[in-house]
């Protein structure tokens, strides 16, 4: 059941997929072909949707999964804020103050329209893409930036020492 450990775990389990089919050499081969010719791209696209590879069968599983769960996340948080009459109910696995919670209230839209269920799914995707890949570039960027000058990387070592103290750094 939603909440539960074993529902983060199959969820989790489901994004690592998904962000694993996105890198180039993973997933259809429709990705890398269509970088090499782009005009052929449209073409590709629609002959794996119709001939699917292994990849192709990894993607649809694996988003297939993950749509699953955010249905299942956004159903059980609609029933249960309807049986309690909008207030988060208590054992809630979605904070009211969370991203996702303003998604399924409606509160995330300025117009005050209501974002049906493919708009989550879409939404709650496109901010785990966004903070997954943003990190990822901004730290291969830095390391590399860093890796070319020398005097920079010093500097950046001292200040990490004189913040650390000597003591190993932690994930806060």
């Known amino acids: 059941p939603p909440g539960s450990k ?3 775990v199959a969820l989790i389990m489901a994004l690592r997929e998904v ?3 996105f890198k180039i050499d993973e997933g259809s081969v429709a990705k890398p072909l269509g ?3 782009p005009p052929l791209a449209p073409a590709l696209r629609q002959l794996v949707q ?3 590879d292994t990849g192709r069968r990894q993607e ?3 988003w297939t999964a993950m749509v699953s769960a955010t249905k299942t996340l956004s159903g059980n948080w609609h029933a249960a804020h309807a049986a309690k009459g909008g ?6 696995s979605i904070s009211d103050s969370s991203f996702l919670a303003m998604l399924l209230s409606g509160k995330a839209l ?3 329209e209501v974002l049906n269920e493919a708009e989550i799914i879409g939404q709650v995707y496109t901010m785990l893409l966004a903070g997954y890949e ?3 570039t901004t730290l291969s960027c830095t390391l590399i930036l860093l890796s070319e000058n020398l005097a920079v990387q010093a500097k950046a070592q001292q200040e990490i020492d004189s913040v650390l103290g000597g003591k190993a750094p932690t994930q806060e």
Do not use: N, V
Not at 87 to 92: F, I, L, N, Y
């Open 134 to 136: 943003t990190t990822s």
């Open 50 to 52: 119709w001939l699917p």
């Open 60 to 62: 649809t599983k694996a």
């Open 87 to 92: 207030a988060q109910p208590k054992g809630s």
């Open 110 to 112: 300025a117009d005050g």
């Open 6 to 8: 074993e529902f983060g």
């Open 19 to 21: 962000f694993r089919l």
């Open 35 to 37: 970088m090499l010719l």
